[in-house]
């Protein structure tokens, strides 16, 4: 008899960013991490477990993925029967909400959503903080967008106590937006996973970089606490900044920044100047993202589209809102 869950989750942003595995294999992080998760962008999907089934089949966005490209997926599926004690293949149907071009990456999301289906199709009855660490096993950013809102990623020493919680706003999430600046979405020279293990192998900065994260993430936490927009958005651009300074201490450096980059950096300074109040982060990649105060977007939008042009900035809301089933 098959057994079918669906689930939707978001993905999100860190402010505070994740970067370098101390266990590759378990997706256990080097350090804390803390993020928001955004409203606009999010993944469905369905999975349907079957005893006459004799292979995982994934279908993204209509279309059936190849062996190679699913063979990831083949690799998390079997580690949730394992965990669940079934033999059953799975038939999986995953639409993506989250525009490439944004240069957003959509695991986040993606494995967050197969987690919780998983977790409905098979009657696990697991706790939110269990479906984070599933999560965890297939992106290590999947494990903040089973909650909504703010959300902190303990780093942990194993399976077990690496997960991720919620962090209480008193709904200030309902107050803030994120503006994204579509740069360049071509495949990046360094993967993300590349660029993690050789700066922590092979950067002189990396030390530093780990030295200063607890306490950024305590000063955001105290920022969130008294609604502090301006402290937390000092935080949070000077912690990206030395994310993205870690990679030129690398050997060989390495930078995900380009020149369209540091002119969106530029003009959030300006806005600033201005009276508008809007701090950048940037991930591992060249594009911009920049949090805003609601009552402040509009203002920033038009400065960014004024050099940059109208398909080029994507906003989202912040959402409150963490993975659910869905019908």
């Not at 959509?106 to 939110?128: G, H, I, R, V």
């Not at 071509?186 to 293990?197: E, L, N, T």
Request: glycine content about 6%; overall charge negative.
């Amino acid at each position: 008899m098959a057994k079918s869950g669906k689930a939707r989750a978001h993905t999100n942003i860190a402010l505070i960013k994740y970067w370098g595995k101390a266990d590759e294999q378990l997706i256990l992080p080097m350090n804390n991490s803390l993020s928001v998760s955004l409203e606009r962008f999010y993944t469905e999907t369905k999975v349907t477990f079957d005893e006459t089934y004799t292979e995982d089949k994934l279908v993204l966005n209509g279309v059936e993925v190849d062996d190679k490209e699913s063979a990831k997926i083949r690799k998390y599926m079997d580690m949730v029967r394992d965990k669940s004690n079934t033999s059953m293949f799975a038939y999986i149907e995953s639409d993506n909400y989250v525009p490439t071009a944004a240069g957003l990456a959509s695991s986040a999301s993606a494995y967050a959503a197969l987690a919780a289906a998983c977790n409905e199709a098979l009657q696990l009855n697991y706790s939110k903080r269990e479906l984070s660490k599933l999560a965890r096993r297939g992106s290590g950013s999947a494990s903040r967008s089973i909650f909504g809102g703010f959300v902190e990623w303990e780093k942990g020493y194993d399976d077990d106590s690496s997960y991720s919680f919620p962090i209480d706003a008193n709904n200030w999430e309902d107050e803030l937006a994120m503006i994204f600046v579509v740069i360049n979405n071509k495949s990046k020279k360094v993967s993300s996973r590349a660029g993690m293990s050789l700066t922590r192998e092979t950067s002189r900065f990396y030390q530093y970089w780990l030295d200063h994260v607890d306490e950024d993430i305590a000063n955001v936490k105290t920022a969130i606490a008294y609604k502090d927009f301006v402290g937390m958005g000092e935080i949070i651009e000077a912690n990206g900044l030395r994310m993205h300074a870690t990679n030129l201490g690398a050997q060989p450096p390495f930078s995900y920044l380009v020149a369209d980059s540091y002119q969106a950096m530029e003009i959030v300074h300006q806005c600033r100047e201005a009276g508008h109040p809007c701090y950048f982060t940037m991930d591992a990649g060249p594009n911009v993202k920049i949090l805003v105060e609601q009552k402040h977007k509009q203002y920033v939008i038009e400065q960014l589209e004024s050099y940059f042009g109208h398909d080029k900035i994507i906003a989202s809301d912040i959402t409150r809102s963490g993975v659910e089933i869905i019908e």
